[in-house]
């Protein structure tokens, strides 16, 4: 009986030293961040899965939109050594097309401008840090689309969105870069010395009184049958 009873307690504390130290691998950044992007996968994946046809016109507006922002990419205002480029405004058409045609059709124009800017300037080392730097990054700026009231929080959180998912890859994957300082504290401020400039020139376009009412007349346009 004793023999059985201190068996199952060893069997016990076996699995109990399993299961820690599979807890522990999930509390490594990279499964962490891993975790975490293909959560913001599947997120954006729900969103743009739902069923729902897009007119001649915003399937035209989209892609002017995405043709639009892939020009403006290439105006580089200053360019970061490891990637990241402060541009004329390149994130805006992005923005003012979630703004006429919604948040799944915004997020849906950022995965295909992503796709695109992969292939303008290619950097791969890891999958979930392409899928973090192109794709989701870019589609997130599609979530200017749940203010399309207000044009400026638009701005802000499509550009929040991107920054996160660059935030996390460059933590991870580009954390040798940071000559021992904190790689998220180095991931912070390489981002944002590029991604706050790039959305403080989206604002001021935004500020323009006859872009905003471009914008409006637009967006009528859009959706009048």
Same mark, same amino acid.
């Given at each position: 009986?004793?023999?059985?009873?201190?068996?199952?307690?060893?069997?016990?504390?076996?699995?109990?030293?399993?299961?820690?130290?599979?807890?522990?691998?999930?509390?490594?950044?990279?499964?962490?961040?891993?975790?975490?992007?293909?959560?913001?996968?599947?997120?954006?994946?729900?969103?743009?899965?739902?069923?729902?046809?897009?007119?001649?016109?915003?399937?035209?507006?989209?892609?002017?939109?995405?043709?639009?922002?892939?020009?403006?990419?290439?105006?580089?205002?200053?360019?970061?050594?490891?990637?990241?480029?402060?541009?004329?405004?390149?994130?805006?058409?992005?923005?003012?097309?979630?703004?006429?045609?919604?948040?799944?059709?915004?997020?849906?124009?950022?995965?295909?401008?992503?796709?695109?800017?992969?292939?303008?300037?290619?950097?791969?080392?890891?999958?979930?840090?392409?899928?973090?730097?192109?794709?989701?990054?870019? %589609? *997130?700026? /599609?979530? #200017? $689309?749940? @203010?399309?009231?207000?044009?400026?929080? &638009? %701005? *802000?959180? /499509?550009? #929040? $969105?991107? @920054?996160?998912?660059?935030?996390?890859? &460059? %933590?991870?994957?580009?954390?040798?870069?940071?000559?021992?300082?904190?790689?998220?504290?180095?991931?912070?401020?390489?981002?944002?010395?590029?991604?706050?400039?790039?959305?403080?020139?989206?604002?001021?376009?935004?500020?323009?009184?006859?872009?905003?009412?471009?914008?409006?007349?637009?967006?009528?346009?859009?959706?009048?049958?």
């Amino acid at each position: 009986m004793k023999k059985t009873i201190y068996g199952g307690i060893l069997m016990l504390q076996g699995i109990m030293e399993t299961f820690q130290e599979y807890f522990l691998k999930l509390l490594v950044p990279r499964t962490l961040i891993t975790m975490v992007a293909m959560a913001i996968l599947v997120a954006v994946l729900a969103v743009i899965g739902r069923k729902k046809v897009f007119g001649t016109r915003i399937l035209t507006y989209g892609a002017l939109a995405i043709t639009a922002a892939f020009i403006l990419s290439y105006i580089r205002v200053f360019r970061m050594p490891y990637g990241g480029t402060v541009t004329l405004a390149s994130m805006l058409p992005i923005f003012i097309f979630a703004y006429i045609a919604g948040t799944r059709a915004g997020l849906m124009a950022g995965i295909c401008y992503g796709l695109l800017q992969y292939i303008q300037d290619p950097f791969f080392v890891h999958p979930i840090q392409f899928l973090l730097d192109y794709p989701l990054a870019f %589609a *997130l700026l /599609g979530l #200017a $689309g749940i @203010f399309k009231e207000n044009y400026f929080l &638009g %701005a *802000l959180v /499509g550009s #929040a $969105g991107r @920054f996160i998912c660059h935030f996390l890859s &460059g %933590a991870v994957f580009f954390g040798e870069y940071a000559n021992g300082q904190n790689v998220f504290l180095y991931s912070f401020i390489y981002n944002g010395s590029f991604l706050l400039p790039d959305m403080i020139i989206c604002m001021a376009v935004l500020l323009i009184p006859n872009m905003r009412t471009a914008i409006k007349r637009v967006c009528r346009q859009a959706h009048t049958a």
